[in-house]
């Protein structure tokens, strides 16, 4: 009535639900705890290894979060809120832009500008609050005439039927993954670098650096001691001969497979935050941030996994160690009730 009224000759335009998402777009879920996101989001970006990735958060506090954590373990990222200046924004946009940050945290309203062709992963680190949202989201990525992939994570019953709305919403299937082990991603790393090597040895030149192989030979080292300590300071192994930390060394700590789930006697009540444990353990031990998992504060007593083989190492040199100061105590945990 009201259209009839005030309107002369409007047009009808009319978006079918097969026409909301891209074709090009792959569309998988995993069943993550709000705990393990930071981990799993982590793991996903080191075995995919997206050029420019966006993730998606709800909420700004959540941005600021979840950008620090990343920054922590080791990863060039940068958030994006309405609470940012516009030229912040505009700043943090053109980092991305030029890949001098490769992860971008974004709430939907501040996104609604992003207008980048090489996205190639977009992280529903939250489930969107509206079916549309998640339309425009995963529009990000799949531009061009490109190929591009949207992961979704989903806590507990409540999310897996708001996936299900949208599912209906848009008219397309969205496929549950198993999260990625920690072999999983050493396993691809490994593949990716043997790979290069091959194309470095099929592509390049390699006269210029037969001198310098001259020179490590001459020091009665054989080429494949030289070609394996080159493997090493690639790749960042840690020393083969470094004594290994065996199924037997931990009983049952909570930890998922291949990690081990230390107490630290210091929680909320000393202002203790994630960005902290991660921080001291990292520089202390020299573990990439990357590598530390799950972290739960309560309010005198933290839990954080690390993965099994740095285990002891990690407790060794944090033994009285300090975390925001204070001195701690570190121990393998008690398997979970």
């Not at 996101?37 to 993730?55: C, M």
């Not at 999983?184 to 001198?211: A, G, H, I, R, W």
């Not at 020299?286 to 190492?313: C, H, Q, W």
Request: glycine share 6%; net charge neutral.
């Amino acid at each position: 009535r009201i259209t009839k009224e005030y309107q002369k000759n409007p047009e009808l335009v009319q978006v079918t639900h097969k026409q909301l998402t891209v074709p090009s777009i792959e569309q998988y879920y995993f069943e993550v705890p709000n705990a393990k996101k930071a981990e799993v989001l982590s793991r996903l970006i080191d075995l995919h290894n997206p050029k420019l990735s966006l993730v998606f958060c709800n909420t700004k506090k959540m941005v600021d979060e979840l950008v620090g954590q990343l920054q922590n373990r080791g990863y060039t990222a940068d958030g994006l809120h309405g609470d940012m200046t516009q030229a912040l924004r505009t700043r943090t946009m053109e980092k991305f832009k030029s890949g001098r940050i490769e992860i971008l945290v974004a709430t939907d309203v501040a996104a609604r500008g992003i207008d980048v062709d090489d996205i190639e992963i977009v992280f529903n680190y939250d489930v969107p609050q509206d079916e549309e949202y998640y339309v425009h989201r995963i529009g990000r990525t799949g531009r061009a005439g490109k190929a591009g992939v949207a992961f979704t994570f989903v806590s507990g019953r409540k999310q897996i039927y708001e996936l299900r709305d949208i599912q209906r919403y848009t008219n397309s299937k969205i496929t549950l993954k198993a999260v990625p082990s920690l072999s999983d991603v050493e396993e691809n790393k490994t593949n990716k670098f043997v790979q290069d090597v091959l194309n470095t040895l099929k592509n390049s030149d390699l006269e210029p650096y037969n001198k310098i192989v001259d020179q490590l030979l001459e020091q009665d080292y054989s080429s494949l001691d030289i070609a394996c300590a080159l493997i090493k300071m690639s790749m960042g192994k840690d020393d083969v001969d470094m004594p290994k930390v065996t199924n037997d060394d931990f009983e049952d700590t909570g930890a998922e497979s291949g990690m081990v789930r230390l107490f630290i006697n210091i929680g909320k009540s000393q202002k203790v935050t994630p960005r902290d444990v991660v921080g001291a353990i990292a520089g202390e031990t020299g573990l990439a941030g990357k590598m530390i998992g799950s972290i739960s504060i309560y309010d005198n007593y933290t839990f954080v996994e690390v993965p099994k083989e740095n285990a002891r190492e990690v407790m060794s040199i944090m033994q009285d160690g300090k975390i925001k100061g204070k001195k701690i105590s570190i121990e393998p945990a008690k398997a979970r009730s």
